[in-house]
């Protein structure tokens, strides 16, 4: 028979504990190390700050004690031109329209002038075109009335009037003298012109002289302005060239040129057109040589 084995029982001393218990934390050593730390780190950051250097007063030199500031000079500014001063300027001077180059080739009816250019021709009404060119010219001299530049007339006129108007006439005297108009009292009533200016149109004298009195008595107040627009306007027209007047090629080249250099050829003091224009296309138009 085979025997039973019985098992043998270890002490429990031998018996394996996978649970073994954490290491005590010692405190007071712990804090030690931290205090350590701390201290060779604030060493550490004082050591990077750059030392602060007492700097000496400074003595001031003897260069130094003689120097005087140097005194600021004022400058005046110059005059400032605002930007609408400018535009007005501009928007009073326009620019000049050219004037065409224009060669004659005739006259038509004594009256319009025949002048061809690359693009077409002209047609120039030649008493305009001298009205023009005559206006200008009397309109610098009414402007500046010379009390030197004086003719005699060979016989005095004499003027006579009713009280009123000559009423009139005293209270515009000194307008009527500034567009060389100069009157002289003869009687109650009458005034006399003994001269007048040099450059009044020969043999119109009188007559001008007649019309710029009759303004006056009608508008009963004198504008030294218009007035001597109306006065230049007046003697431009009466000397000027007159319609059914032939001219010779020389002549028209000459009026050509005068009215070039005016300042607005294009047209007389009244406002009328001085030339007109003629295309080519509008010449061929007309020939139904083109669409």
């Keep these: 028979l085979m025997e039973k084995k019985e098992k043998v029982v270890k002490p429990a001393t031998e018996q394996l504990n996978i649970w073994k218990p954490a290491p005590k934390l010692n405190v007071d050593k712990m804090n030690a190390i931290v205090e350590k730390l701390y201290d060779v780190q604030t060493v550490q950051e004082s050591n990077t700050l750059d030392p602060i250097v007492p700097q000496p007063e400074s003595v001031p030199t003897a260069v130094e004690e003689s120097w005087q500031p140097t005194p600021v000079m004022e400058v005046n500014p ?105 009157l002289e009292e003869f009687g109650q009533a009458s005034f006399v012109v003994r001269e007048h200016p040099s450059w ?45 007047h032939y001219l010779t090629k020389e002549q028209m080249d000459t009026l050509l040129q005068d009215l070039r ?5 294009f047209t007389c003091p009244h406002g009328r057109p001085v030339l007109i224009h003629f295309t080519t296309y509008e010449v061929e138009k007309m020939f139904k040589r083109v669409m």
């Design 78 to 182: 110059p005059n400032e031109v605002k930007l609408e001063e400018v535009v007005e300027i501009l928007e009073d001077e326009p620019a000049k329209e050219p004037f065409p180059a224009l060669e004659v080739v005739g006259q038509i009816h004594g009256t319009y002038i025949v002048a061809q250019m690359e693009d077409g021709f002209y047609l120039i009404d030649q008493h305009a075109a001298q009205e023009r060119i005559k206006y200008e010219f009397f309109r610098e001299e009414v402007g500046q009335v010379n009390p030197n530049e004086r003719q005699a007339l060979l016989l005095p006129l004499t003027f006579h009037y009713a009280a009123d108007e000559a009423l009139i006439l005293r209270e515009n005297r000194q307008e009527l003298e500034a567009v060389g108009v100069f």
């Design 200 to 244: 009044f149109p020969k043999g119109e004298e009188q007559e001008i002289i007649e019309d710029l009195i009759e303004q006056v008595l009608t508008t009963k107040k004198a504008d030294v302005k218009k007035l001597r627009e109306a006065a230049a306007i007046m003697m431009s027209c009466k000397k000027s060239i007159k319609a059914n």
């Design 261 to 265: 250099n005016a300042d607005n050829p």
